[in-house]
């Protein structure tokens, strides 16, 4: 390999604001149109009322206490001037946590605590990690406050998410704000990106302990195509194309792994590697074994981006969200 540039993205995500549909990636399907994640039917003298997707629920007007159930929420609160008392995660970003200093970071990662969540006296919880398909769940988070839950697109379309949660607080107004300076910043990676590959082909690829796969602009979710978190961003933002094979291996697949033998196959003039940059330090050795293993097989040089000295390892620590 001719060399192996470090890229840090600053954001992954989309484009730019609400219900805006993300731009036609040649050779795959057509992205559907972000749908609301969830609806502000009505005012009551108690707050509002709003259907989400385990049912309807009246919220508090003004919330002062609020709950994210997992880092997309949480950074949607904070990018729009709100922090959270608290968020439910398996991991959390320095600079989300740096946003936010005062918000307690309740690590979750197969069950919610609710006792934590209860001691942080919240009058909303907004999320659907671990809630979102466990009504019985969503139960017992409710009677801790009112909880409302997005639909299942909310990764995909984190800037309609970011209008929603805007408008569930009455402050619309700022997500256009929050919006528009995103927009501003990505504009800037596009026509850097530009310089570089311009008119030339991408192959994305992730690697994992003992894998390494392709990745799509998208997948298939409710028969609609949805951008993918881990993905998308090179494609939709940056306005990147894919290369053929990836279209012919992938189709309306999410993912692909790859073998040696599939390497020569890739012929895109440039190759961007992801990887975990959360992982820890045993589990980022195995991914560095992983990695060092492809590129010590004699195929690997068959790849005509590395033959070209364009393969881009970049830190996959931030794939979606305002931050």
């Known amino acids: 390999m001719k060399k192996m540039v470090m890229v840090c993205l600053l954001a992954f995500g989309l484009a730019f604001a609400q219900q805006e ?38 919220i508090p007007k003004n919330p002062q206490h609020i709950v994210a159930l997992e880092l997309l929420t949480a950074e949607a609160l904070i990018s729009l001037g709100v ?17 936010a200093p005062e918000m307690a970071f309740l690590r979750t990662a ?40 997005p639909h299942d697109e909310v990764d995909a379309y984190w800037q309609q998410y970011t209008y929603d949660v ?35 082909s991408i192959n994305i690829a992730l690697v994992f302990p003992r894998s390494l796969w392709l990745y799509a602009p998208g997948y298939m979710l409710n028969d609609q195509y949805v951008p993918f978190i881990n993905s998308s961003f090179p494609y939709i933002e940056l306005g990147l194309k894919a290369s053929p094979e990836m279209v012919e291996i992938l189709g ?8 040696f033998e599939v390497l020569p ?3 895109a003039e440039h190759l961007i590697v992801l990887y975990d940059g959360t992982a820890t330090p045993d ?37 979606t969200g305002y931050y």
């Not at 309306?252 to 073998?259: C, D, F, K, L, R």
């Open 83 to 99: 922090q959270p008392v608290g968020v439910t995660s398996p991991w959390l970003p320095e600079v989300v946590a740096e946003a």
């Open 21 to 58: 549909t993300p731009p036609q990636v040649e050779g795959f399907p057509k992205f559907a149109a972000p749908p609301p994640m969830f609806t502000v039917q009505g005012e009551t003298e108690d707050g509002y009322r709003v259907d989400h997707k385990l049912g309807e629920t009246l």
């Open 252 to 259: 309306t697949e999410p993912y692909a792994e790859v073998s």
């Open 166 to 200: 805007a408008s569930l607080l009455g402050i619309p107004e700022r997500a256009e704000e929050v919006l528009q300076d995103y927009d501003e910043q990505a504009a800037t990676y596009r026509e850097r990106a530009q310089a570089i590959v311009g008119e030339e």
């Open 283 to 319: 589990e980022r050795t195995e991914l560095e074994t992983t990695l060092q293993t492809f590129t010590d097989h004699p195929l690997w040089q068959r790849v005509r981006a590395v033959q070209e000295g364009n393969v881009y390892l970049v830190p996959r620590d931030r794939p």
């Open 110 to 149: 197969q069950d919610l605590n609710l006792e934590a969540i209860l001691a942080l006296e919240p009058d909303l919880i907004v999320g659907y990690r671990l809630v979102g398909e466990d009504p019985d769940l969503y139960e017992q988070v409710s009677r801790v406050a009112p909880t409302v839950v």
């Open 265 to 267: 196959e890739l012929t």
